[in-house]
């Protein structure tokens, strides 16, 4: 399967409509409707983040129509009072209708729209995903653990090195984080995986319980203690595979990306420099060092970090750095891409597309 081309449009704003369209109202979790042409949507609602894809086939793979991200923080306080908040969903709510209205501006015929560890985990998610249904018409569904690593790694698969006899890829999420032992080779992605884990810890759970702000080193060390722990399962599951020279990381999160702004020192966020980069093993350790240099005004202040993430990104290196003591590697290649693509892809080919563009 071959990654899908990936365009970088802009993360629009619009204004939603008062009244759900019809076409969108589903009580399944993968929604049709009859257009001419094939549209496809896919929607990764996280406990961090709201983001949207929408593409069409095109000879390779795919092209992005149209995209929007949002930090919701629909986990915030879950930690604690095992519940969604008022204000988290309302937020959310309001980041799903611009989606819905995107989604019918588009002709979207084909959408999968998955919800996962902030409304796995709360007491009240089954609700939330009523009430979503009742203000929106989106019908959201619930994916447990094993579905997200595996989606996860369909969509960045394609960036792993293959002559690697193996790499771990990761997702680092804010309130779980998903690893893969991924295999090398042009076979079936099932075929691929080695094992998988999901861990119960991701940026928002850890650095509510640990802190975000100020950070100190200590603080910082006894994150990276707790995913070591939560680490521990997985690490012996891979055990007896072969790390060789070119055994790699492959990551994908809003933390690698950001890492990889800051390596970069890019002024503004720019998508085409960071999807596929190679950072080395002294790389990373540089910006980590960098980072926990930062006073918390200065992360607000960085381009690639900005308000709405300095007070998590600290709590992803430490997940990022445990995963890196536990697999000890020379590069780790950043994927901006990852659950999204891995839902276009799958809708894809259960319609008869072939990622190299042509109808089965």
């Known amino acids: 399967m ?10 629009e704003r619009a204004a939603p409509t008062d009244d759900p369209p019809a076409s969108l109202i589903s009580d399944n979790p993968v929604g049709r409707y009859a257009r001419p042409k094939p549209v496809y949507a896919a929607l990764d609602l996280g406990t961090n983040n709201c983001r949207l894809l929408i593409a069409r086939p095109v000879p390779g793979g795919f092209r992005i129509l149209d995209a929007f991200s949002r930090i919701v923080r629909l986990g915030e306080g879950l930690s604690g009072s095992g519940r969604l908040g008022e204000a988290a969903i309302a937020r959310t709510i309001a980041a799903l209708r611009i989606c819905r209205s995107k989604m019918e501006a588009r002709n979207v015929n084909r959408f999968r ?5 902030a409304c796995r985990a709360a007491e009240n998610g089954a609700a939330f995903i009523a009430r979503v249904q009742q203000e929106t018409g989106l019908g959201l569904e619930i994916v447990d653990r094993e579905t997200e690593a595996h989606l996860a790694a369909a969509g960045c698969a394609a960036l792993a090195d293959p002559a690697a006899k193996s790499i771990v890829l990761f997702d680092i999420g804010g309130g779980s984080s998903e690893l893969v032992l991924l295999k090398a080779g042009q076979g079936e992605l099932r075929e691929r995986v080695g094992a998988w884990a999901s861990l119960p810890l991701g940026v928002v759970s850890l650095a509510e319980k640990h802190g975000g702000h100020q950070v100190t080193r200590s603080m910082f060390e006894a994150m990276v203690d707790e995913v070591a722990q939560a680490l521990q399962s997985f690490r012996a599951q891979v055990n007896d595979e072969s790390f060789c020279d070119k055994f790699h990381l492959l990551g994908t999160s809003g933390t690698v990306t950001t890492i990889a702004g800051v390596h970069l020192g890019l002024e503004r966020y720019d998508r085409r420099k960071v999807d596929g980069l190679w950072m080395e093993k002294h790389e990373i350790d540089a910006i980590l060092s960098t980072l926990l240099e930062m006073s918390y005004a200065d992360r607000a202040a960085n381009a690639c970090i900005g308000p709405e993430r300095a007070d998590l990104v600290l709590a992803g290196c430490a997940i990022l750095e445990a995963i890196r003591r536990a697999f000890p590697a020379k590069r780790l290649r950043i994927a901006d891409r990852g659950l999204r693509e ?9 319609d008869g597309w072939r990622m190299n563009g042509a109808r089965s």
């Open 342 to 350: 891995g839902i276009l892809m799958d809708l894809m080919v259960e």
């Open 113 to 117: 729209l998955i919800a996962t560890e």
């Open 2 to 11: 071959t990654q899908g081309e990936i365009l970088s449009p802009a993360h």
